[in-house]
């Protein structure tokens, strides 16, 4: 059990760092994705989802990815960008106050309250009792949203589709393929041709 807390705290470590990485010059884009990362880990501190093999791991391990996602495969980083990134599934669970909506519009940016303010709405549809529907109303919200949201969308959704690798959750791999192929591969055709491949890919490393 050690060893396994160890090596989640290890990739947040290392993950946080990779993050720093790029801006470790500008110490103004270091303070900020240091607050976004704190305000992430804070609120994501007792949430949990599943990795490869089915393996349990602190959702702020997959916020991170996403980020890194962005940053060094998509080759769309900015600051501002990294902290959206940090902060797009602050709602996942719950709502978010007024108060920590005003702090990231100070602190963090206008992409990053952008992108929370979008993932508040986005989250919500998960309440529809359909599948289908559910997914049909959160592309027409994407489909109305900018370059800045379809991209945080589409890293989001590669690292699902490679958190799924080797799972045994058959239902919810057919599921998902099925989803990345009508929808979002269309998306990322029009948007990014490096996430295009990557997406494609993993769809097919995905059994």
């Known amino acids: 059990m050690d060893k396994d807390n160890n090596n989640k705290n290890s990739f947040i470590k290392t993950g946080f760092s ?3 990485r790029p801006f470790e010059n500008s110490m103004n884009d270091v303070e900020k994705i240091s607050k ?39 080759k769309e980083g900015d600051s501002e960008l990294v902290c959206a990134a940090l902060v797009h599934d602050l709602s996942i669970k719950h709502d978010i106050n007024k108060e920590t909506k005003d702090y990231i519009k100070a602190e963090l940016g206008e992409k990053a309250f952008k ?13 529809t009792k359909s599948e289908e529907q559910k997914i049909e109303k959160q592309f027409n919200m994407i489909k109305q949203t900018d370059s800045l949201i379809k991209n945080i969308i589409l ?7 490679r958190s799924l690798k080797n ?35 993993a769809l097919y490393e995905l059994k």
């Open 18 to 20: 990779k993050l720093l």
């Open 36 to 74: 976004a990362f704190g305000l992430a880990l804070r609120v994501h501190s007792d949430m949990t989802r599943k990795y490869q093999y089915d393996k349990i791991e602190p959702q702020i391990n997959h916020s991170i990815r996403v980020a890194l996602i962005l940053n060094e495969e998509m």
């Open 155 to 161: 890293a989001e959704r590669l690292d699902d589709l």
């Open 167 to 201: 799972s045994r959750r058959k239902d919810k791999i057919a599921r998902t393929k099925e989803e990345t192929q009508k929808y979002f591969i269309p998306l990322a055709e029009s948007i990014n041709e490096k996430i295009l491949l990557k997406l494609v890919i």
């Open 115 to 127: 992108t929370v303010s979008f993932f508040s709405k986005y989250y919500s549809q998960e309440r």
